[in-house]
Protein backbone atom coordinates (compact mmCIF):
# COMPACT_ATOMS: atom_id res chain seq x y z
CA UNK A 1 0.00 0.00 0.00
CA UNK A 2 0.85 3.66 -0.18
CA UNK A 3 1.74 6.09 2.78
CA UNK A 4 2.03 9.54 3.15
CA UNK A 5 2.16 11.68 5.93
CA UNK A 6 -0.42 15.00 6.58
CA UNK A 7 -0.87 17.55 9.00
CA UNK A 8 -1.40 15.45 12.37
CA UNK A 9 -1.81 12.19 10.37
CA UNK A 10 -0.27 9.22 8.72
CA UNK A 11 -2.34 7.78 6.30
CA UNK A 12 -1.90 4.21 4.60
CA UNK A 13 -4.01 2.39 1.92
CA UNK A 14 -3.64 -1.41 2.43
CA UNK A 15 -5.64 -2.37 -0.10
CA UNK A 16 -8.72 -1.10 -2.72
CA UNK A 17 -11.73 -3.19 -3.35
CA UNK A 18 -14.52 -3.19 -5.96
CA UNK A 19 -17.88 -3.99 -4.96
CA UNK A 20 -20.27 -4.47 -7.88
CA UNK A 21 -22.90 -5.82 -6.26
CA UNK A 22 -24.08 -3.55 -3.15
CA UNK A 23 -26.49 -5.33 -1.10
CA UNK A 24 -30.53 -4.40 0.37
CA UNK A 25 -29.30 -1.64 2.43
CA UNK A 26 -26.76 0.20 0.06
CA UNK A 27 -27.92 0.28 -3.37
CA UNK A 28 -26.00 1.11 -6.28
CA UNK A 29 -27.06 3.43 -9.04
CA UNK A 30 -26.77 2.15 -12.50
CA UNK A 31 -23.72 1.86 -13.95
CA UNK A 32 -22.08 2.28 -11.05
CA UNK A 33 -19.56 0.30 -8.53
CA UNK A 34 -18.30 1.02 -4.79
CA UNK A 35 -14.54 1.44 -4.54
CA UNK A 36 -13.73 1.04 -1.04
CA UNK A 37 -10.56 1.82 0.23
CA UNK A 38 -8.58 -0.17 3.18
CA UNK A 39 -6.90 2.50 5.17
CA UNK A 40 -5.25 3.66 8.60
CA UNK A 41 -5.17 6.73 10.27
CA UNK A 42 -2.74 7.75 12.77
CA UNK A 43 -2.93 10.60 14.70
CA UNK A 44 1.20 11.61 15.06
CA UNK A 45 0.78 14.47 17.17
CA UNK A 46 0.63 15.26 21.51
CA UNK A 47 -2.92 16.38 20.65
CA UNK A 48 -6.41 15.12 19.61
CA UNK A 49 -6.80 15.53 16.12
CA UNK A 50 -10.20 15.26 14.35
CA UNK A 51 -10.90 12.47 11.11
CA UNK A 52 -14.59 13.42 9.85
CA UNK A 53 -14.40 11.09 6.49
CA UNK A 54 -17.10 13.36 4.77
CA UNK A 55 -15.30 16.58 5.05
CA UNK A 56 -11.64 14.98 5.33
CA UNK A 57 -11.73 12.36 1.61
CA UNK A 58 -12.94 12.49 -1.29
CA UNK A 59 -12.19 10.50 -4.76
CA UNK A 60 -11.40 11.87 -8.21
CA UNK A 61 -11.79 10.20 -11.33
CA UNK A 62 -9.43 10.97 -14.65
CA UNK A 63 -11.59 14.15 -15.06
CA UNK A 64 -10.92 15.66 -12.25
CA UNK A 65 -15.10 15.28 -10.95
CA UNK A 66 -15.02 14.89 -7.33
CA UNK A 67 -17.01 11.12 -5.44
CA UNK A 68 -17.97 12.34 -1.79
CA UNK A 69 -17.29 9.14 0.90
CA UNK A 70 -20.67 6.49 0.69
CA UNK A 71 -22.05 4.48 3.36
CA UNK A 72 -20.72 0.62 1.82
CA UNK A 73 -21.35 -2.62 2.33
CA UNK A 74 -18.50 -3.39 4.90
CA UNK A 75 -17.70 -5.83 7.90
CA UNK A 76 -16.61 -3.07 9.93
CA UNK A 77 -17.72 0.03 10.90
CA UNK A 78 -16.75 3.77 9.50
CA UNK A 79 -15.27 5.96 12.44
CA UNK A 80 -15.68 9.74 12.68
CA UNK A 81 -14.87 11.95 15.50
CA UNK A 82 -11.70 12.84 18.01
CA UNK A 83 -8.59 10.34 17.36
CA UNK A 84 -6.32 10.32 20.64
CA UNK A 85 -2.77 11.23 20.50
CA UNK A 86 -0.74 8.66 18.66
CA UNK A 87 -4.00 6.23 18.51
CA UNK A 88 -4.63 4.67 14.86
CA UNK A 89 -7.75 3.51 13.63
CA UNK A 90 -8.41 1.20 10.58
CA UNK A 91 -11.33 1.47 8.25
CA UNK A 92 -13.13 1.14 4.96
CA UNK A 93 -14.00 4.23 3.46
CA UNK A 94 -16.10 3.76 0.24
CA UNK A 95 -17.12 6.05 -2.85
CA UNK A 96 -19.70 4.99 -5.90
CA UNK A 97 -17.92 6.13 -9.34
CA UNK A 98 -19.01 5.06 -12.81
CA UNK A 99 -18.25 1.91 -13.92
CA UNK A 100 -16.33 3.77 -16.86
CA UNK A 101 -13.97 5.35 -14.08
CA UNK A 102 -10.69 3.32 -13.81
CA UNK A 103 -8.06 6.29 -13.03
CA UNK A 104 -9.20 6.99 -9.35
CA UNK A 105 -7.09 9.34 -7.11
CA UNK A 106 -7.74 9.18 -3.32
CA UNK A 107 -7.73 12.77 -1.91
CA UNK A 108 -7.17 13.36 1.37
CA UNK A 109 -7.69 17.37 3.60
CA UNK A 110 -7.08 18.36 6.96
CA UNK A 111 -9.17 21.40 7.06
CA UNK A 112 -6.17 23.23 8.58
CA UNK A 113 -5.71 26.82 7.74
CA UNK A 114 -2.41 25.95 5.63
CA UNK A 115 -4.99 23.20 3.56
CA UNK A 116 -2.46 20.85 3.23
CA UNK A 117 -3.73 17.86 0.99
CA UNK A 118 -2.16 14.43 0.06
CA UNK A 119 -3.10 12.40 -2.93
CA UNK A 120 -2.88 7.98 -3.78
CA UNK A 121 -3.82 6.77 -7.00
CA UNK A 122 -5.85 3.65 -6.81
CA UNK A 123 -5.31 0.60 -8.30
Known amino acids: GENFKIGAFNISVFSVRYDQNG????K?????H????????????????EFVPL????????????YSVEPIPTE????SGS???HDTVRQEIGFMVPNTETKLRLYF????P??????????
Open 83 to 85: LLP
Open 23 to 26: NEYF
Open 76 to 79: FGQW
Open 114 to 123: NREVGVVNLP
Open 34 to 49: FVIADITLTNTSDEPA
Open 55 to 66: LHLHMRDSLNRV
Open 28 to 32: LSPNH
Open 109 to 112: ETGT
